[in-house]
């Protein structure tokens, strides 16, 4: 299978997102002011200083909007990020998916 035909389904998938208005336009600094509620458990990086919360850094943002709709919603369940996510509005969960995304971080594998 090449390369070519693997990007295909990728890029398709890529292309309806940004037709159904799907596709995070979120604001990187807007995240950034706002993410400073998720500072406690999720670090002010998107590190996270508490031993039972996700890092955030560098996830996707795609994912992380989802996750952030899922707990407003409260299709996705956990005590703390229910009443978290409930008063988010869709820009604020933009903003907050581009700002973590847009953070970078580096994995080494064991020596």
Known sequence: MSLASL????????????????????????????????????????LSTAPDAPNLAGQPELYLAAQLRAYRSGARKHEVMGVMAKPLSDEDIANLAAWFAAIRVEAQPPN
């Open 7 to 46: 990007a295909r389904p990728a890029l398709a998938g890529l292309v309806l997102l940004s037709l159904t208005g799907l596709a995070p336009a979120g604001d990187v600094e807007a995240g950034r002011a706002k993410a400073q509620a998720c500072a406690v458990c999720h670090g002010p990086l998107g």
